[in-house]
């Protein structure tokens, strides 16, 4: 599929969903219930592996999480290039 300038215009005003994920934990309804304040859930990646960033629930590249005045934020260090997240924007209808 070409992608058009056209294209390009119409999708830069598009808001979207970014989610980043720092890993996951499989734990039972029960421990959910018993977790409370200073509890730790161990995650699936090691320390410094950095978080997945999701637009629209797919994986489009991976990130450092950092802090910035007091709030948690992601570097991006590997992302899909812009064609190919271009062109699954207009694959899914998201625009």
Do not use: C, H, P, W
Not at 39 to 46: A, C, E, F, Q, R
Not at 52 to 78: C, E, F, H, W
Request: proline share 0%; charged share 30%; aromatic share 6%.
């Amino acid at each position: 599929m070409e992608i058009s300038e056209r294209d390009y215009d119409i999708l830069v005003d598009t808001e979207i969903t970014v989610d980043v994920m720092l890993g996951n934990s499989n734990i039972t309804i029960a421990e959910f219930l018993k977790l409370g304040d200073g509890d730790i859930i161990s995650l699936d990646k090691l320390a410094g592996a950095g978080g997945d960033i999701y637009v629209n629930q797919r994986i489009i590249g991976t990130g450092d999480i950092i802090v910035i005045d007091d709030k948690l934020a992601v570097r991006v260090q590997d992302a899909m290039d812009s064609d190919n997240v271009v062109r699954y924007f207009f694959d899914e209808n998201l625009v």
